[in-house]
């Protein structure tokens, strides 16, 4: 199997830096190409303006630590910004860009809060995909 096109979702957390060092390892084996994404989630809403702004600035200061990680590793990564559902807006990625493996790290919740939660992003994305995703826990290739 080779991949072409990997998708790494990041929200910026220390557990989406370990999705985006393993996309950009990946993207090296491989010579893929790494498009970042970040989804200013709208379920979050409250004072919709402050809301939505504040998940822009975050979601571009991810975005630009990882087209950094990127560029320490000799790896151009694309960045992209969207407003929606995590998981939905990540799946829809994957059909729009025709992206053929989806890196993204996971919390690993359990229990009562899994249940309260329905379930990680990363948990709805591995059931809605239609190809391959790699779940990187927290923790992983320290």
Known sequence: ?????????????????????????????????VHALYVVDEARAGDWDVVVERQERE?????????RAGREA???VEKHLRRGHPDDEI???????????????????SGFDRIRH????????IRGSTI???A?????GE
């Open 74 to 76: 000799g790896i151009d």
């Open 1 to 33: 199997m080779t991949y072409e096109r990997i998708l790494v979702p990041t929200d910026g957390s220390d557990c989406a830096d370990g999705g985006v060092d393993r996309a950009i390892e990946l993207a090296a084996a491989f010579d893929a190409a």
């Open 91 to 109: 799946l829809d990625f994957v059909g729009d860009e025709r992206v053929d493996l989806v890196v993204m790290g996971t919390a690993g919740r």
């Open 132 to 134: 391959s995703v790699l």
């Open 118 to 125: 329905a379930g990680s992003t990363t948990e709805r994305v």
């Open 59 to 67: 979601g571009e200061l991810a975005l630009d630590d990882a087209e």
């Open 136 to 140: 990187v826990p927290p923790g992983d």
